[in-house]
C-alpha cells in the first residue's frame, strides 16, 4: 500500500508573515496524517522558520533545490546537509524550472538526488516533457532518459528512499492540467519502467502527479491507480484549497 504524498511547493512566494500565517491556517484545518503525507517546500530562507512552526505537527519540511557538491567554494549553493541540520526530510530535484531555466542536465539532477540521499534526505525527483515532446509522441522517451540516468547513478534500489513526480511542464503554472488518463498512462509507464529493473520497487515507488492540480481536479486525479498524491504549486500557497486537495486523498 502506497501512502499518498500531498507535497506544496511554494516556488518564489511569500514573506514571513504570509508563511506563518498559511502554516496557522493549514493546522487548524487539521492536515490528518491518516490520509496522506503533508509536505511543504518553502524557499531557502525561510525554511528555518517554517521549520519552527511546524515541529511536531503532521507537516513535514522540504527545500525546493540542493547543491549536488558536499561542501566547498560553491557561492550561492545549499548542501544538502545544512538542509538536513535546518530540519529538512525532502528535496526537489530536477523540477523543471530548475531543468529549464537554469539548465541542469540529467547528470546534474542525477548527482543531486546521490547528494541528497547521502545525508538521508528524500529527493523527489521530478520528470516530464515539454508541450512540443507530447505533440511528437516522444513523452515516454523524455520521461524514460530523465529517470533512467537516476537509476544508472543511483541503482533501482535508491527508490527505497526516494519519491518520483511526473509534472508535464505544460501544465505546470499554465492552468491546463493532464487529464487524469493523460496522467495515469505515464505514471503506468514510469513503473513499468522501475519495475524492469526490480518489480518489488516498481510496485512501491510513490508517483505523483504536478502541473495545475487544485482542489477541483485532484480527487480524478488521485482516483487513477498509478497516482499517488501531488506535487502542487500554485495552489498550495491557499490554505483552503491545499486542504481540500490534501482531503482528496481521502477519496481514492
Ligand atoms: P502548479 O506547479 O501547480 O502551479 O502548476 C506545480 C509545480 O511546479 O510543482
Redesign the pocket.
Known sequence: MRRPIVAG?W?MHGTRADNARLIEALLAGHPDRALAECLVFPPFVYLQDVGRLVRDTPIELGAQNVCAEARGAFTGEVSASMLQDVGCRYVLVG???RRWIYHEDDQLVARKFAAAQAKSLVPIL?VGEHLWDRENGRTEEVVARQLDVVLELCGVGALESGVI?Y?PMW????GRTATPEQAQAVHAFIRERIAKRDAKMGESTRVLY?????ASNAAELFAQPDVDGG??????LNAEEFLAILAACGLR
Open positions: 511547493n516556488k523540477h523543471s524550472e521530478c513526480a509534472e501544465a505546470i503554472g499554465t504536478g502541473g495545475s492540480v487544485k506535487l502542487i504549486g500554485g495552489a498550495s
